[in-house]
């Protein structure tokens, strides 16, 4: 059983067009974050939300973690060639002692 | 700074081989860890560690070891290579004032035939 759910696994879309990529769970987390991951590459931070409810921008991103804690989505307004890599979502449990659990990504291509 | 740097980039061992995957993090991170990434799978985490001279196991443990002697290296052992050890290799560090923001080295690419 996956801790973390994302979803769409897969998705391609046009330059210019918008986006949503959804992480759900059904355990609540102190902290989650996303990820952006380039081929042949490691993952890189994008963002950490804390409190339920909290939206945070970065440019055109915009990230927001849901009331309860337990989900969060990823909104890409007007996507562009450079969007394309792999989107992780992780979450860190108050009990996990420093853990973070990773969902299985979303595969993100923007075509030009 | 250079990070967290992982060395060889890529390998091919053959089943019952042995090898250490080297990892180093300049940063002065206490946190430190591996992760192995399989297609479609997102990244596992095998082993962690809190500081020097403190390691625990993570979800998928099993086929590997690790040492931490000092806060810079956290270097990765396969005793036996196995083929379902085939996979890409993260080591990450991470700063003790954050939220689990982890720093990532570039991978390592391990297939063993």
């Known amino acids: 059983t996956q801790l973390l759910e994302q979803s769409p696994q897969f998705l391609s879309i046009q330059e210019g067009e918008n986006l949503t990529v959804y992480c759900n769970s059904s355990?609540?987390?102190?902290?989650l974050q996303w990820y952006r991951q380039e081929p042949g590459e490691g993952p890189v931070l994008l963002v950490t939300?804390?409190?339920?409810?909290e939206v945070k921008k970065l440019k055109r991103l915009t990230f927001q973690f849901g009331d309860a804690r337990k989900d969060s989505s990823l909104h890409i307004t007007a996507a562009q060639t450079g969007d394309t890599g792999l989107y992780l979502c992780?979450?860190?449990?108050?009990?996990?002692?420093?853990?973070?659990?990773f969902g299985e990504g979303t595969q993100l291509t923007v075509n030009p | 700074n250079a990070g967290v740097t992982q060395t060889p980039k890529f390998r091919i061992l053959k089943i019952g081989q042995s090898m250490t995957l080297q990892c180093t993090q300049d940063?002065?991170?206490?946190?430190m860890y591996w992760y192995r990434q399989d297609p479609g799978m997102g990244l596992k985490l095998i082993y962690y560690?809190?500081?020097?001279?403190?390691?625990d196991k993570g979800e998928v443990p099993n086929g590997y070891n690790v040492s931490r002697s000092t806060t810079e290296d956290f270097p990765l052992r396969l005793e036996l290579a196995a083929p379902s050890q085939t996979s890409v290799y993260f080591c990450?560090?991470?700063?003790?004032?954050?939220?689990?923001?982890?720093?990532f080295g570039p991978g390592t690419r391990l297939t063993v035939l």
């Open positions: 355990s609540v987390f102190s902290s």
């Open positions: 992780a979450g860190e449990k108050e009990t996990s002692g420093s853990r973070l659990t």
């Open positions: 990450a560090s991470r700063g003790g004032r954050s939220y689990n923001e982890q720093f």
């Open positions: 939300v804390v409190t339920g409810g």
């Open positions: 940063m002065n991170h206490n946190y």
């Open positions: 560690s809190v500081g020097a001279g403190i390691t």
